[in-house]
């Protein structure tokens, strides 16, 4: 993306740009018998209304490349924060199902006792053993997960060196209170859009100033051997050596009207296709930055129940439960129903850090924050 900035600065220092020079020379009998030579330079240009107009379509067009690469940077950024809250959440994930491993393999070596007890029978020592042979699989699972997650972070990275996150709890991202009228002017996306408006504007005055007619200048510098006026009574020849010079100044105009019209036309009909872009540009911003809006809100709303609510409720199962089931106050199942109910709130919890955190993420990207 640096090379494309380049070339449009490169091609920024071409605005004024003068057509080529016309040299012509001569040579031969074209005034007498005698040989003579000759050499004209001509130069064309546009008035300095051209060239303004051209270098600021040229400007435009370069600010429009630097809005690509703020959409090119703002795309990076978003998908290497996802790959990285992303990677956070499977490394929780991993030491939940740690913990939930530690939990069912307590379950089944307490179904074992009791089976060499006789105090249950066979189906409860191999419905905890499954669940345990259920959760360690799911371990498997996730391992695999993050090592994707590892690769998928290092391309964006576009590193070969191995990814290390620091081993923190999956936390919430801050975000300030929203809107549905929150700004989204930041938006690389928008920015691009309109700049080429600006550059289909800047296009039209060029097109409307090529109307305006060019000037030439010209020298001539030549030989006219041979005799030449009547000088004070006597005749006088020129030899070679003798040089005659003449300026030109010439006005080029346009005769045929009609190519330059439609120019312009075309010009001002892509300026009003640019402006259409940018609303549609902006009403899809603004859309999809409400429904994130509205996701926020309700991750929010799911989180504070987990915290106030669920989370409190499952750690008093776990404890409990075990407490019971070892004592015989509950049955096996029971307590595995119990016990697998609270354990998937804790893993819905995490999920919906997951969900709300991405929310966040995509909130972010849509407003062009870093």
Not at 111 to 129: D, I, P, R, V, W
Not at 332 to 338: A, F, M, N, P, V
Request: a positive charge; hydrophobic letters at 40%; zero cysteines.
């Amino acid at each position: 993306m640096d090379y494309e900035l380049q070339s449009l600065r490169a091609i920024k220092r071409t605005s004024f740009d003068l057509s080529r020079t016309n040299m012509t020379f001569q040579y031969g009998q074209y005034n007498s018998i005698f040989l003579d030579n000759s050499f004209n330079i001509v130069q064309d240009f546009f008035l300095p209304q051209v060239y303004i107009n051209q270098a600021k379509v040229n400007q435009a067009n370069l600010e429009i490349g630097d809005k690509r690469m703020a959409i090119t940077q703002n795309d990076l950024i978003k998908n290497v924060k996802s790959s990285y809250y992303q990677l956070l959440y499977l490394q929780s994930k991993k030491k939940f199902l740690f913990y939930e491993d530690s939990l069912f393999a307590k379950f089944a070596e307490a179904t074992s006792l009791k089976f060499k007890t006789g105090e249950s029978n066979y189906l409860e020592k191999m419905t905890a053993q499954t669940q345990l042979m259920e959760v360690r699989n799911l371990l498997s699972v996730v391992e695999a997960d993050i090592i994707i997650a590892e690769k998928q972070l290092q391309v964006l990275l576009n590193t070969r060196e191995q990814i290390v996150i620091p081993d923190l709890p999956l936390g919430k991202l801050d975000f300030p209170l929203i809107s549905d009228s929150i700004n989204i002017s930041g938006n690389p996306n928008l920015g691009y859009a309109q700049k080429r408006i600006d550059e289909g504007r800047r296009r039209v005055s060029l097109e409307r100033s090529r109307l305006l007619p060019n000037f030439a200048i010209g020298y001539l510098n030549q030989s006219l051997k041979g005799p030449g006026s009547n000088i004070e009574g006597q005749d006088v020849f020129y030899p070679i050596s003798r040089r005659f010079q003449t300026v030109q100044v010439s006005l080029i105009f346009p005769l045929w009207y009609r190519p330059y019209r439609a120019r312009i036309q075309a010009s001002q009909l892509n300026e009003k296709a640019l402006e259409s872009n940018f609303s549609f540009v902006h009403k899809n911003i603004e859309g999809e930055m409400s429904i994130q809006v509205q996701q926020i809100i309700k991750f929010q709303n799911s989180l504070l129940y987990y915290e106030r609510n669920a989370l409190p409720n499952s750690d008093l199962i776990i404890n409990n439960g075990d407490i019971a089931y070892r004592s015989g106050e509950i049955s096996y199942l029971e307590y595995l129903q119990s016990l697998t109910r609270a354990l998937m709130i804790k893993a819905s919890y995490l999920d919906y850090i997951n969900y709300y955190n991405q929310s966040i993420i995509i909130a972010q990207y849509l407003l062009g924050e870093k």
